[in-house]
Nanobody
Framework: VQLQASGGGLVQPGGSLRLSCTAS????????MGWYRQAPGKQRELVAR???????NYADSVKGRFTISRDNAKNTAYLQMNNLKPEDTAVYSC???????????WGQGTLVTVSS
C-alpha cells in the first residue's frame, strides 16, 4: 500500500486549504484514514480520522473548522480545513489502517503554514 498526499501550502489566517490522501495498491478495505500533524517543538496529535462506514473523529482544536471525508471507491480521503489559524501550522501526515493486512501505512508529510 502506498499513500500519496497532496495539498497544503501557505495560507493567510481565516483561509482554507484541502488535503488529499490516496491509497494505491490497496487490495483490501481501508478501515480508517486520517491525518496527524506535528508542529515544531510540539507533540504529534491526531487531527481527524474517518472510518470506511463514515464515522469521524476530530481533535477538539479543529472541531467545527475541519471536515474529513472519504471516497471509498477512489481509496481517497480529504481534509477540508477552514478558518485556519496560525496554530494550525504543522506538517500534516495522512495514514491508513487496513485490518486485513495489519499495520499502519503512512503518506509523506505535507507542510501547512498559516501566516499573514
Amino acid at each position: 500500500v502506498q499513500l500519496q498526499a497532496s495539498g497544503g501550502g501557505l495560507v493567510q489566517p481565516g483561509g482554507s486549504l484541502r488535503l488529499s490522501c490516496t491509497a494505491s495498491r490497496a487490495n483490501f478495505r481501508i478501515d480508517i484514514m486520517g491525518w496527524y500533524r506535528q508542529a515544531p517543538g510540539k507533540q504529534r496529535e491526531l487531527v481527524a480520522r474517518g472510518t470506511h462506514g463514515g464515522r469521524t473523529n476530530y481533535a477538539d482544536s479543529v472541531k467545527g473548522r475541519f471536515t474529513i471525508s472519504r471516497d471509498n471507491a477512489k481509496n481517497t480521503a480529504y481534509l477540508q480545513m477552514n478558518n485556519l489559524k496560525p496554530e494550525d501550522t504543522a506538517v500534516y501526515s495522512c495514514y491508513a489502517d487496513i485490518a486485513a493486512v495489519g499495520g499502519r501505512h503512512w503518506g509523506q508529510g505535507t507542510l501547512v503554514t498559516v501566516s499573514s
